[in-house]
């Protein structure tokens, strides 16, 4: 009997989740176009290397000793029985992904890439999507350890249309400090004119509030700031600022986190905290934090600590990054009045940086600062603006830099060697460009391959990069330990005593070829209830590093970098189905390959008018690709566990 639709787990991918259902590795028939490759192998046609015949052997004194008697009297024919192949090759021993190996957990945090969300409070888009605590129990679920709060004050009362003419004009967004933040604010001003046109004709009562709040108008401060009871006072808010995405509260978002934070992981989870929150409301966050998270937050100072602890001493506990406090020598001007806060616009706390608004920011009169008892809550993961990797806020233990996709280009052609030194000792993030408004994600590849511990995606779109993010995390606890050579010694260590990238990896060749037989029960492309019309076929890709990003040479995709240049892809077949015919995908000598940090992509998809829709998936790290006949356990166009396979021969070379 096949595994019917209603009794396979919904299990979503995303980036670590170790639960996997056993009905997800092991296949309980086989189809007729797959049954007639395994005949060929079988019958010797097509037949297995010596190192799978000897797992099918093994795998046949463990089930049964008939079969291992039964495939002893037909093996020295160069023949492998039927029924004793069929058995071994529908098992998860034939899964083409090999299980992880038990990670150690007891390096210092930086050793470690950690699966990151971006802007996780969002289901949709960036400017209009919904904001919902479901978000995060949907990603902490899925694996994500390293997660992202915006926060705003909270029930902010609006003022009259008549009244706010002219108001706000020039007023500069800064919720992520990206460095597009011009391009980003034209895109946006545009978007604000043509809505209030839009909104100007249909206007309810409902739409009014909506169309106000859009516009970035000035608001007054809520009161009582501060009450006795929380039914009364005004509370913090999670929202996209200056967009229409809906709000939710940061109280209800805490309590989500609570309840989701270590179902699938007891590895630290990391928040980070986007503040654009006064500092009465600050004083709300820190009281919010500590009763929903009780138990659950570090306490305690690292005090002289060069040091970080690793995942194995935080297990359990959440990790708020947060701005820090300005070390010695670093100008720090207090918390601002309420006047003060009153007269500027809000900018962002986090530390998440980019070149505009280190300039920028200087001529402003005042900055949204972080009170102590918030920052305090930082014990290993305080934020600084970015001003270099040689900087004093540098040197500082537990600082992380948070820099935007085309921030961290920049840095890579400028630095490279210094970043990549920086990256083994010290923490640091990477956030998609601010102009990524469909949410869609960078390449979090690239970025690995710097070092840079948290990628954050955009975890509500299913393109390249989260697909990555699976291959990397898959399967595990959504902490990854680095390769040997990206992770450091001792957080204080000077970047000038370590080589460049090139000089700490052995880098080796690689040649992989991938025969691609047959598949089945593969899922039928949305809007298709007719399998005849269905003609899928396969494309493979395979993500490895370029020579030029290794050396630091200006790329010449600039921020758009993609690698993946080595693609292939069948003829089509017909049905859900197909017969592949062992087409050959060949990737040879490919130099400068490092197994941990490249990737192995099939996408399935139907060939039709115009856009091919994509039907099915895996990414599979090359460390983890087994050679021999192995199945490809595909997940839907929406990340959710399949019943579809797909039946390939993979030989690996890699010296």
Same mark, same amino acid.
């Given at each position: 009997?096949?595994?019917?639709a209603d009794v396979l787990p919904q299990v979503q991918a995303g980036g670590g989740q170790p639960a996997v259902h056993p009905a997800m590795n092991m296949i309980s028939y086989v189809s007729t176009s797959v049954l007639k490759h395994l005949k060929a192998i079988a019958d010797g046609s097509n037949p297995?290397?010596?190192?799978?015949?000897?797992?099918?052997?093994?795998?046949?004194?463990?089930?049964?000793?008939?079969?291992?008697?039964?495939?002893? *009297?037909?093996?020295?024919?160069?023949?492998?029985?039927?029924?004793?192949?069929?058995?071994?090759?529908?098992?998860?021993?034939?899964?083409?992904?090999?299980?992880?190996?038990?990670?150690?957990?007891?390096?210092? @945090?930086?050793?470690? =890439?950690?699966?990151?969300?971006?802007?996780?409070?969002?289901?949709?888009?960036?400017?209009?999507?919904?904001?919902?605590?479901?978000?995060?129990?949907?990603?902490?679920?899925?694996?994500?350890?390293?997660?992202?709060?915006?926060?705003?004050?909270?029930?902010?009362?609006?003022?009259?249309?008549?009244?706010?003419?002219?108001?706000?004009?020039?007023?500069?967004?800064?919720?992520?400090?990206?460095?597009?933040?011009?391009?980003?604010?034209?895109?946006?001003?545009?978007?604000?004119?043509?809505?209030?046109?839009? +909104?100007?004709?249909?206007?309810?009562?409902?739409?009014?509030?909506?169309?106000?709040?859009?516009?970035?108008?000035?608001?007054?401060?809520?009161?009582?700031?501060?009450?006795?009871?929380?039914?009364?006072?005004?509370?913090?808010?999670?929202?996209? %600022?200056?967009?229409? !995405? $809906?709000?939710?509260?940061?109280?209800?978002?805490?309590?989500?986190?609570?309840?989701?934070?270590?179902?699938?992981? /007891?590895?630290? +989870?990391?928040?980070?905290?986007?503040?654009?929150?006064?500092?009465?409301?600050q004083v709300i966050m820190v009281e919010i934090m500590k009763d929903l998270w009780a138990g659950l937050l570090i306490e305690g100072a690292i005090q002289?600590?060069?040091?970080?602890?690793?995942?194995?001493?935080?297990?359990?506990?959440?990790?708020?990054?947060?701005?820090?406090?300005?070390?010695?020598?670093?100008?720090?001007?207090?918390?601002?009045?309420?006047?003060?806060?009153?007269?500027?616009?809000?900018?962002?706390?986090?530390? /998440?940086?980019?070149? $505009?608004?280190?300039?920028?920011?200087?001529?402003?009169?005042?900055?949204?600062?972080?009170?102590?008892?918030?920052?305090?809550?930082?014990?290993?993961?305080?934020?600084?603006?970015?001003?270099?990797? *040689?900087? @004093?806020?540098?040197?500082?233990?537990?600082?992380?830099?948070?820099?935007?996709?085309?921030?961290?280009?920049?840095?890579?052609?400028?630095?490279?060697?210094?970043?990549?030194?920086?990256?083994?000792?010290?923490?640091?993030?990477?956030?998609?460009?601010?102009?990524?408004?469909?949410?869609?994600?960078?390449?979090?590849?690239?970025?690995?391959?710097?070092?840079?511990?948290?990628?954050?995606?955009?975890?509500?779109?299913?393109?390249?990069?989260?697909?990555?993010?699976?291959?990397?995390?898959?399967?595990? #606890?959504?902490?990854?330990?680095?390769?040997?050579?990206?992770?450091?010694?001792?957080?204080?260590?000077?970047? #000038?005593?370590?080589?460049?990238?090139?000089?700490?990896?052995?880098?080796?060749?690689? &040649?992989? !070829?991938?025969?691609?037989?047959?598949?089945?029960?593969?899922?039928?492309?949305?809007?298709?209830?007719?399998?005849?019309?269905?003609?899928?076929?396969?494309?493979?890709?395979?993500?490895?590093?370029?020579?030029?990003?290794?050396? %630091?040479?200006?790329?010449?995709?600039?921020?758009?970098?993609?690698?993946?240049?080595?693609?292939?892809?069948?003829?089509?077949?017909?049905?859900?189905?197909?017969?592949?015919?062992?087409?050959?995908?060949?990737?040879?000598?490919? !130099?400068?390959?490092?197994?941990?940090? &490249? =990737?192995?992509?099939?996408?399935?998809?139907?060939?039709?008018?115009?856009?091919?829709?994509?039907?099915?998936?895996?990414?599979?790290?090359?460390?983890?690709?087994? /050679?021999?006949?192995?199945?490809?356990?595909?997940?839907?166009?929406?990340?959710?566990?399949?019943?579809?396979? +797909?039946?390939?021969?993979?030989?690996?070379?890699?010296?």
């Amino acid at each position: 009997m096949s595994i019917t639709a209603d009794v396979l787990p919904q299990v979503q991918a995303g980036g670590g989740q170790p639960a996997v259902h056993p009905a997800m590795n092991m296949i309980s028939y086989v189809s007729t176009s797959v049954l007639k490759h395994l005949k060929a192998i079988a019958d010797g046609s097509n037949p297995l290397d010596h190192k799978q015949l000897s797992e099918l052997r093994a795998f046949s004194l463990k089930t049964s000793q008939a079969l291992a008697e039964a495939l002893d *009297s037909v093996q020295s024919s160069g023949k492998v029985d039927l029924h004793a192949l069929l058995g071994y090759i529908t098992s998860s021993e034939c899964n083409i992904i090999r299980p992880l190996l038990e990670n150690d957990f007891t390096y210092p @945090i930086p050793s470690y =890439f950690i699966s990151s969300s971006h802007n996780t409070y969002l289901s949709g888009n960036q400017f209009y999507g919904e904001a919902s605590t479901d978000a995060y129990s949907n990603v902490l679920t899925r694996g994500c350890r390293c997660i992202e709060i915006d926060v705003w004050d909270g029930e902010a009362k609006v003022l009259d249309s008549d009244d706010q003419e002219g108001e706000g004009e020039g007023e500069e967004e800064e919720e992520e400090e990206e460095e597009e933040e011009v391009e980003k604010h034209h895109f946006t001003s545009h978007f604000r004119r043509s809505l209030s046109s839009h +909104l100007s004709k249909h206007r309810t009562k409902r739409t009014t509030k909506s169309a106000i709040t859009v516009e970035n108008n000035l608001l007054q401060m809520p009161t009582p700031w501060i009450s006795a009871t929380t039914a009364m006072r005004a509370e913090p808010r999670v929202l996209h %600022g200056h967009t229409m !995405t $809906k709000e939710v509260s940061f109280r209800a978002v805490c309590s989500a986190i609570r309840d989701s934070a270590f179902v699938t992981s /007891d590895l630290p +989870l990391i928040v980070s905290l986007e503040i654009h929150t006064s500092p009465e409301q600050q004083v709300i966050m820190v009281e919010i934090m500590k009763d929903l998270w009780a138990g659950l937050l570090i306490e305690g100072a690292i005090q002289d600590s060069t040091v970080l602890p690793s995942p194995a001493d935080l297990r359990g506990k959440i990790l708020v990054k947060v701005k820090g406090k300005p070390p010695t020598g670093m100008k720090d001007t207090g918390p601002p009045s309420l006047k003060q806060i009153r007269s500027v616009s809000p900018v962002s706390g986090s530390g /998440d940086e980019d070149p $505009k608004s280190i300039s920028t920011t200087k001529s402003k009169a005042h900055k949204k600062s972080i009170i102590q008892a918030l920052s305090a809550l930082g014990v290993y993961t305080h934020s600084y603006h970015f001003s270099g990797l *040689s900087g @004093i806020e540098a040197g500082i233990p537990s600082h992380v830099f948070s820099l935007s996709e085309r921030k961290l280009m920049e840095v890579h052609a400028s630095q490279g060697s210094a970043l990549f030194s920086h990256n083994r000792n010290f923490l640091m993030r990477a956030f998609p460009s601010g102009t990524r408004v469909t949410s869609s994600n960078l390449d979090p590849a690239f970025f690995w391959r710097k070092g840079v511990q948290m990628v954050a995606l955009n975890w509500q779109s299913w393109d390249a990069g989260m697909m990555l993010n699976e291959g990397m995390f898959g399967g595990g #606890s959504g902490w990854v330990l680095k390769p040997e050579g990206y992770r450091g010694s001792a957080a204080n260590v000077s970047t #000038s005593q370590y080589g460049n990238q090139t000089g700490v990896m052995p880098y080796k060749t690689l &040649s992989l !070829t991938i025969q691609i037989l047959a598949a089945q029960d593969l899922p039928l492309p949305s809007g298709n209830v007719r399998s005849d019309r269905f003609h899928p076929y396969v494309k493979c890709e395979l993500h490895v590093e370029k020579p030029e990003v290794r050396s %630091g040479a200006p790329l010449a995709g600039g921020e758009k970098y993609e690698d993946g240049e080595y693609k292939w892809t069948t003829r089509p077949s017909k049905g859900v189905e197909p017969d592949f015919g062992g087409e050959a995908m060949q990737f040879a000598d490919i !130099t400068g390959v490092v197994e941990e940090l &490249s =990737f192995v992509r099939f996408k399935i998809q139907d060939d039709c008018l115009g856009k091919d829709d994509l039907v099915a998936w895996a990414c599979i790290r090359l460390d983890r690709l087994k /050679d021999g006949f192995r199945f490809v356990h595909l997940l839907d166009a929406s990340g959710a566990a399949s019943q579809g396979v +797909l039946l390939v021969k993979t030989k690996k070379n890699i010296t």
